[in-house]
């Protein structure tokens, strides 16, 4: 595979290709706000398509739901399918499933990315960039605070069982573990599986510790907004603490706006699931297109947040 589809959600490339396909999509759950957002952006930009037909289904985070739907979509004779996956372990499940129909993965990073046969493809954005840009961004605030002699705080993962939580949190104490930053010292990390609900029990616990922090960095918006909760409603300034977050979502820009949320990192949610029905398209139409398509990540502040307002 050698073309590639770079411009996901404003590109049309393969418009004139596109005429009488049907494509099954099995998203990991539906009540997720980032995940919301790159499901409109398939749903809208198949619809701007001539001829192209768009199945969406709700995995409800369960893998084995998943690989049936895979099968439902291949019984029912779909030209392509693209998966969000629920477990990213289980991509070689998930490719056996969909046996020859093109299939591609988008957002979540399948564990078999690297031996995709040719009618697969893996449209996202590099996590190693998220996690970096998200704990760099906190550890130059907290030196900008004066707290470069000693700096202490927690770490909220996604769901262990996501390559993206995994990775996020890796970026993060590689960042810690860098000179500029190891004045940096975690108190204590858990999950919360991308939940706001969970990080504000969470947080809420590690309140009830006592410990004196200066930072919390999650692996996504939602439990960064969760965090904040949690400290507000125990009266704690926000000024006073360094929250970082991924993903830029609106909530979380709005949050940002109000002096709460210090750092997020864009990814691009709506672009990923125009350019997974692109690259869908592509695939079935047989044409080359590169198996990892990245669309970058963008670091957000106060700074520049204008520039994101109207992204996701």
């Known amino acids: ?6 411009a996901a959600g404003v590109a049309t490339l393969m418009a004139t290709s596109a005429i009488g396909q049907d494509i099954g999509a099995s998203i990991a759950r539906f009540d997720d706000n980032f995940l919301t957002v790159m499901r409109n952006g398939m749903v809208d930009h198949a619809a701007s398509l001539d001829g192209v037909n768009l199945q969406v289904e709700d995995a409800t985070d369960d893998i084995g739901k998943q690989i049936d739907q895979v099968k439902n979509f291949v019984a029912s004779g779909v030209d392509a399918i693209i998966v969000n996956i629920v ?3 289980a991509g070689a499940a998930v490719s056996a499933a969909a046996g020859d129909v093109p299939l591609v993965y988008v957002n979540r990073e399948p564990d078999n990315v690297n031996d995709l046969p040719s009618t697969q493809a893996f449209v996202a954005s590099n996590e190693i960039e998220s996690g970096t840009l998200e704990a760099f961004q906190i550890c130059r605030n907290l030196r900008a ?6 700096a202490m705080g927690y770490l909220m993962n996604g769901q262990l069982s996501n390559q993206a939580a995994v990775q996020r949190s890796k ?11 190891n004045f940096m010292t975690l108190i204590d990390e858990q999950t919360a599986n991308w939940s706001r609900d969970e ?4 947080m809420t616990n590690w309140l009830s510790a006592g410990e004196d922090f200066d930072f919390v960095i ?9 965090a904040i909760q949690a400290m507000k409603a ?3 300034d926000m000024a006073d603490v360094e929250v970082g977050g991924v993903d830029a979502t609106q909530d979380a820009l709005v949050a940002m706006q109000a002096g709460e949320l210090d750092v997020t990192v864009f990814q691009d949610a709506f672009g990923q699931g125009a350019g997974s029905v692109d690259t869908a398209i592509a695939l079935v139409s047989g ?15 106060p700074d520049n947040i204008g520039d994101f307002l109207d992204k996701n």
């Open 1 to 6: 595979m050698k073309k590639s589809i770079v």
């Open 218 to 226: 999650a692996n996504n918006d939602e439990m960064a907004i969760g």
């Open 199 to 202: 990080a504000q029990s969470l």
């Open 234 to 236: 125990a009266g704690i």
């Open 171 to 181: 970026d993060v104490h590689d960042v810690i573990g860098m000179d500029m930053c």
């Open 87 to 89: 477990d990213t372990s």
């Open 287 to 301: 044409e080359d297109v590169d198996q990892k398509v990245y669309i970058p990540f963008k670091l957000v502040t």
């Open 145 to 150: 605070a004066g707290k470069a002699g000693g």
